[in-house]
């Protein structure tokens, strides 16, 4: 996490009439004489233990604002761990160094300890909307680092963030779509198709977008929209091949690009990061919405499957991936750039980290298929890829103020167990093999091994960083004073 708490502002609130705030630090504070039946009154041995704090109204526009962040990284798929340090980081910031939160996954909590004399304040916020906009949680993760820095004030923070969460996308949607129908094309090519199997990969994926916009704007449950795209890409696929205009195209590879990218949407890194951080509430539910939308993916293609077998419609052999060589190695990585560029784009991320994604998906995207190549197994492929993403990923991220989520989950989505899926849905669904069970159960442990590797990256990234910060700080100079974290303690 590279949060760190830094010295104080002096002054909280700039606004016109605001009072003057007292010292961050502790001062004697004794507590009143009390009086017991009628006696001499007698001095409170038990001194008042507590940090000094700025006014109600401050504490409450802190705590509204350090709740808001939060919100907005939790809703981009943030790991619990990420939202608390945020949050710890801007309450302390502002003044408010005693606060406890706790992430359930649909809401956040904090609460302002203020000593033994006081009552805490506690806030909460239910966290609705769940989006995904990369450039909205780049511009909040820049004001986290001018309030961590004393650049800002609370006032002027609360009124920006307000400015970027009621901000429109930074691109059309239109666009939005475009990207998802890039995806899905460079990912039919990374799996072995041609340019008109990529091309229809791309047409039908915009338009399970753009129904599934439409489902999104009806207030439709996410698992029904799971299930419908799925039903269309498959569908779809299955009716281009029955129609004989395109007997070229291989359907499967088809259903396994559009399924690629309805996977992801999901939050598997944040799931995996807080299973691994403790977070298991927020991981429990977090797992069970992956679980569910991916249950509503696999109802959808199995539900194309039955209507297509009921209605006698052609359904072409599983074919066999693309044995892996060496020559097509640079096609892969170039594939995996594009996907991963594609994807940052159709989440609106800034043009420099859709720049970053798209390195990091061919990064990953070369390293996976040179392990396939030496025999390395899937598994471990996407697991040491993947900690290359998140190492490379959590290292740069921080020179170039870029989201490390940002470079993580889109440099992962090509390696995303698509073709897995659909291998196994095929042979449970069609061919009524029992040998779909374990090829379904290597999907899953691939995601998982991908997901773990992109958490363990961002960990080993993480001293990696400070050798870097001291390394410029030796060759520079300081340029503002070190971390500084005020703490409770006895007053006397």
């Known amino acids: 996490m590279w949060l760190a708490h830094r010295r104080q502002p002096k002054d909280v609130n700039n606004s016109p009439g605001a009072r003057t705030h007292r010292p961050l630090w502790p001062s004697a504070r004794k507590a009143a004489p009390q009086h017991v039946d009628g006696d001499q009154p007698v001095e409170e041995s038990q001194a008042v233990i507590g940090p000094q704090l700025p006014d109600d109204a401050t504490v409450h526009l802190v705590l509204d604002l ?13 790991g619990a761990s990420d939202a608390t340090a945020t949050i710890l ?23 302002c300890h203020r000593g033994t004399d006081l009552a805490p304040v506690t806030s909460l916020r ?10 909205r949680l780049a511009v909040v993760e820049n004001l986290v680092r001018d309030i961590t820095r004393g650049k800002i004030s609370a006032t002027d923070a609360h009124a920006q963030l307000s400015r970027a969460t009621e901000a429109a996308h930074p691109y059309p949607r239109w666009l939005s779509t475009l990207a998802f129908g890039g995806m899905a094309a460079a990912i039919t090519v990374l799996i072995g198709g041609d340019w008109l199997v990529a091309l229809f990969a791309a047409l039908i994926t915009a338009v399970v977008d753009r129904v599934g916009r ?8 996410f698992f029904f929209q799971q299930v419908v795209g799925g039903a269309l890409a498959t569908g779809g696929a299955l009716a281009l091949l029955s129609s004989g205009l395109l007997p070229d195209v291989r359907p499967t590879l088809v259903i396994a690009a559009a399924i690629t990218v309805l996977l992801s949407g999901l939050s598997v890194v944040g799931t995996v990061q807080d299973a691994i951080t403790g977070y298991n509430v927020t991981a429990a539910g977090r797992a069970t919405e992956v679980s569910l939308m991916t249950a509503g993916l696999i109802a959808g293609v199995l539900f194309a499957f039955t209507v297509a077998r009921n209605l006698g419609m052609e359904q072409q052999p599983l074919a066999d991936p693309i044995a892996a060589t060496a020559n097509r190695l640079p096609v892969q990585t170039l594939a995996g750039a594009a996907a991963a560029g594609c994807f940052a784009l159709a989440s609106y991320a800034t043009p420099r980290a859709m720049l970053v994604a798209a390195v990091a998906g061919g990064a990953g995207a070369a390293g996976f298929g040179a392990l396939v190549l030496a025999d390395a ?3 471990t492929s996407a697991a040491v890829a993947a900690t290359v993403i998140g190492f490379a990923g959590g290292v740069i991220s921080r020179r170039l103020r870029i989201p490390p989520l940002v470079v993580a989950v889109s440099g992962m989505v090509p390696l995303l167990p698509g073709y897995t899926m659909y291998r196994s849905l095929f042979q449970l669904s069609v061919e009524t093999d029992t040998q779909g069970v374990p090829t379904l159960m290597l999907a899953g442990a ?4 991908l997901a773990a590797g992109v958490v363990l990256g961002e960990y080993l990234a993480q001293p990696a960083r400070s050798g870097l910060g001291r390394l410029e700080r030796r060759l520079v100079g300081p340029r503002m004073s070190g971390p500084l974290r005020p703490t409770g303690r006895r007053l006397e």
């Open 214 to 221: 439409l489902l999104n704007r009806r207030a439709l449950p």
């Open 126 to 135: 239910v966290v609705r909307s769940r989006g995904l906009d990369y450039t």
């Open 89 to 111: 980081a801007v309450a302390s910031a502002y003044g408010l160094p005693h606060c406890e939160v706790d992430v359930i996954f649909t809401s956040i909590t904090v609460a």
């Open 377 to 379: 197994g899937p598994i």
């Open 66 to 78: 350090a709740l808001r962040i939060g919100e907005v990284q939790i809703s981009s798929g943030a």
């Open 446 to 449: 691939t995601a998982l091994a």
